[in-house]
């Protein structure tokens, strides 16, 4: 079992406005401060690795007057990307890749310090990002609020203080940080199971089924398009957009950590299959966070046996799944293999069981 722990009872997203208007001078100044950002906290992000101190603490003074003094900075700005500096460094360790960090994107997390978000005086723009100094630039860049921007306002959503300002080939970013109250998680409601192949889309228990029409999609693409994973990810977006989550209450997926890389989906060529396990992976965070603001809870399962494994007669038989098609050699129960699948994950959503394996334990029937 997993540690319980309390979730902090806020909620945090972020969305991302490209300032494409910005003038050339003003684009200019931001990518030189954002250069000597980037320089400023890969020396910190070295110093902090050299020295492996992964602690939770604020920099120590010396160290930051240090970077102060090498790149020029105030203070306070120093102070900030040593704070980011640690955060990476402290990341890095709990990944299985245990080499020193390389900042590789262009980015700063600038707090009220050094920000101000207000409205555009004017019809033109949104919003007026004002960086006020204490070691940023003193410059007002103007936003235009994106669709998703504005969809998350209008939904509930706080801009945060916070910001993070970025610049991706060439191109000035704005990722604006937004807040909201997490939900309780239901009471009330179902326990449904979900699974998700790369041809039937999302299949659930309770007989939602989304996404079926992406396969089809991608199988037009052209193979070179640059977008195409940008395309894929927009159009399951779009697609998990569908679900209907107002009856449910849990909702039990495949651990990903147990899906093998290449065994899911029907598609028989290495791409495919590698792009197969990139979409669960994207899929399972997109419904995660669906779940989350809807106060769904999110249970995840071990896979092995939910796509042979027979509730009708509580047996297994590997010789019981066949292509898309589930037919139990034993009762002769049939179902579409994914709804099956899903409904076997369901199944141990009830049981508060981990695996089949575990639910079988307390029966008869074993499995292997
Ligand atoms: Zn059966």
New binding site residues.
């Given amino acids: 079992m997993k540690k319980a722990h309390r979730k902090p009872s806020v909620m945090r997203r972020s969305s991302r406005v490209y300032l494409n208007d910005l003038n050339t001078s003003k684009a200019a100044i931001v990518r030189d401060f954002l250069h000597v950002c980037h320089d400023a906290t890969q020396y910190f992000v070295d110093l902090f690795w050299q020295r492996q101190d992964f602690s939770a603490d604020l920099a120590d003074l010396e160290t930051v007057h240090r970077g102060r003094d090498r790149f020029g900075l105030t203070a306070r700005l120093a102070q900030a990307l040593a704070k980011q500096a640690k955060e990476t460094v402290r990341s890095q360790i709990e990944k299985a890749d245990k080499t020193k960090p390389q900042l590789r994107s262009w980015t700063v997390t600038l707090y009220y310090h050094f920000v101000e978000i207000e409205p555009f005086e004017g019809a033109y723009f949104d919003l007026a990002v004002q960086l006020i100094g204490s070691g940023a630039p003193r410059l007002t860049l103007p936003v235009h609020a994106t669709r998703h921007l504005n969809r998350k306002l209008a939904g509930g959503w706080r801009l945060s203080k916070t910001l993070r300002l970025g610049v991706r080939r060439g191109r000035v970013f704005v990722d604006f940080l937004l807040e909201k109250e997490r939900p309780q998680t239901k009471s009330e409601g179902r326990v449904v199971g979900m699974d998700n192949n790369y041809v039937t889309g999302l299949v659930f228990s309770d007989g939602q089924n989304v996404g079926q029409e992406l396969v089809q999609a991608i199988r037009h693409f052209p193979k070179r398009k640059k977008n195409t994973h940008v395309e894929i990810k927009s159009r399951m977006g779009q697609a998990i957009k569908l679900i209907d989550f107002s009856s449910i209450r849990v909702m039990c997926i495949e651990d990903l950590k147990y899906v093998k890389r290449g065994t899911r989906g029907t598609f028989s060529r290495t791409h495919n299959r590698r792009l197969s396990h990139w979409l669960y992976a994207y899929v399972v965070d997109v419904l995660a966070r669906h779940c989350e603001e809807h106060g769904v809870r999110l249970e995840r399962k071990h896979p092995a046996y939910t796509s042979q494994y027979?509730h009708?007669?509580n047996?297994w038989d590997r010789r019981n799944r066949s292509g898309d098609r589930f037919r139990?050699v034993?009762?002769?129960?049939t179902a579409q293999a994914d709804f099956n699948a899903a409904y076997n994950l369901e199944l141990l959503g009830l049981a508060g069981a981990y695996g089949l394996r575990w639910l079988q334990s307390s029966k008869q029937q074993g499995f292997g």
């Fill in positions: 027979c009708i007669c047996r139990c034993h009762c002769g129960y």
